[in-house]
């Protein structure tokens, strides 16, 4: 029994709470989970935890945006209630796939969004600089008119509004005095009229000539002019995608989280976004053991990744067990495709006439696995595999994989798979809490956790 401590479970996982406490040997706190009318989350803790120890457990998966949100209260109300540490244990973190450098589909940075102003051909930008002048090197093009050509036009500009005032004083005068008591004098004939025409000319090709300086060769719409013209973003915008990585760490460092415990993080790179200690725990070990016990012809098998992504993975176990390796890259090039490839995949290895194991660290939709099962069944391999750390399985996940080539699924019990074990005959879970509660009782102790990173 371990004492001083408080274990709380969240509404995500219950069975894995109550395996993890009985492992510890301490009941689970009493708490008040709850919603109110309006769909705000309501976290009431009925017991004391002054002084004590208190480990949180939340699983992401499911509703993660309301599980996240009770995890964020619940974390705040310990503190409150003056505990002396809080640990928020993430058997699958949320958010974990979001990384933080934005990419599109093909794999690149994202770009700059197409417009008018950051085409090619435009000239200047806000990240235009102009050249230095170098020694062995002609200055930098200057302005168009240049400085002078500035300085004239302002002064044609002047020059031009004296003589339009005093064109439009004398035309004024010169109109009021041909008329006699609002009767025009016998002098107000067709050629004195014509005499006003030059001056109204002369003002309008100054007030032309001042326009077409100011707008230069190319005359450009006014936004004065138009209220409802549609926006155009000015040179140097971006369009950038929201950042929850370090959103998702900050939430849980702000609201007194003081260390976590994880399992197998997507990115690893998440670590680095906490000021707090992350401890990331690996399924490898228990993905070992499955394939010692229950793979058939083990000598006969091949570990295969489904990415270049998980290649690290997949490599420490097939080295440990000393089994050949496999992996299927994701060609998205426009290619032919030939009979290696499926689609926008090939395979690296050979598994003809072998039992092939997949291994990744999370499976979704499962599009990933069910195509993969596909190639390696078409390259010959006799049977396929696929363990999985997590088994988030959303959307139409459990019938691809019933429709699939796949013969074996294995998932953690990170998440709930009751649901998904009655409609899937080939799921198979192994138990982590176990592993999460020897996490605890050796960080509660401050006993080292390496021995649970050791899978060899």
């Not at 993080?265 to 906490?274: E, I, K, N, S, V």
Request: proline share 6%; hydrophobic share 35%.
């Amino acid at each position: 029994m371990v004492r001083n401590i408080v274990v709380i479970g969240g509404s995500s996982h219950p069975q894995l709470t109550e395996t993890i406490c009985n492992h510890l040997g301490v009941p689970p706190a009493k708490v008040l989970l709850s919603k109110f009318s309006v769909g705000e989350t309501r976290v009431e803790i009925k017991e004391s935890v002054r002084g004590k120890d208190v480990y949180l457990i939340q699983s992401g998966g499911g509703k993660v945006n309301d599980h996240l949100m009770e995890l964020l209260i619940a974390i705040s109300a310990c503190k409150t209630a003056s505990a002396r540490q809080v640990t928020a244990v993430l058997p699958i973190f949320p958010y974990s796939r979001q990384s933080d450098i934005p990419y599109n589909k093909t794999g690149a940075p994202l770009a700059k969004a197409s417009n008018g102003y950051n085409k090619p051909d435009f000239p200047y930008t806000f990240e235009s600089k102009p050249q230095s002048p170098h020694p062995d090197q002609p200055e930098s093009q200057d302005l168009t008119n240049g400085v002078d050509g500035i300085n004239k036009g302002l002064q044609k500009a002047q020059i031009g509004n004296d003589d339009s005032s005093s064109a439009q004083t004398s035309t004024q005068a010169a109109r009021f005095a041909n008329y006699t008591n609002g009767n025009p004098k016998r002098s107000d004939t067709l050629d004195s009229t014509k005499s006003e025409t030059p001056s109204r000319q002369r003002v309008s090709s100054i007030s032309s000539t001042i326009d077409g300086m100011a707008q230069g060769e190319k005359s450009t719409p006014s936004s004065s002019s138009s209220h409802g013209t549609t926006f155009h973003p000015r040179p140097g915008y971006k369009q950038w995608v929201a950042q929850a990585g370090t959103l998702v760490a900050d939430l849980l460092t702000c609201a007194g989280a003081d260390h976590i415990i994880t399992m197998d993080l997507h990115d690893a790179q998440y670590q680095g976004f906490f000021d707090i200690p992350v401890d990331n725990l690996y399924g490898r070990p228990l993905l070992k053991k499955y394939i010692q016990y229950h793979i058939p012809e083990l000598k006969e098998a091949v570990i295969v990744s489904p990415d270049p992504g998980g290649a690290k993975r997949a490599t420490a176990i097939a080295d440990g067990l000393s089994m050949p390796f496999a992996l299927i890259h994701k060609e998205r090039r426009p290619t032919k495709i030939t009979d290696r490839q499926n689609a926008t995949m090939m395979l690296v290895g050979d598994v003809a006439g072998r039992t092939a194991i997949l291994v990744d660290d999370l499976a979704d939709t499962s599009n990933t696995i069910t195509r993969a099962a596909k190639l390696l069944k078409k390259e010959g391999a006799t049977m396929v595999y696929a363990l999985l750390t997590h088994g988030v399985l959303s959307g139409d996940a459990i019938d691809r994989i019933n429709a699939s080539a796949l013969d074996r699924v294995v998932v953690t019990n990170s998440l709930p798979q009751e649901e998904h074990m009655k409609k899937c005959p080939k799921l198979e879970v192994l138990e982590i809490g176990t592993v999460f509660a020897e996490a605890i009782r050796r960080v509660h102790h401050g006993e080292s956790i390496s021995v649970l990173f050791q899978y060899d």
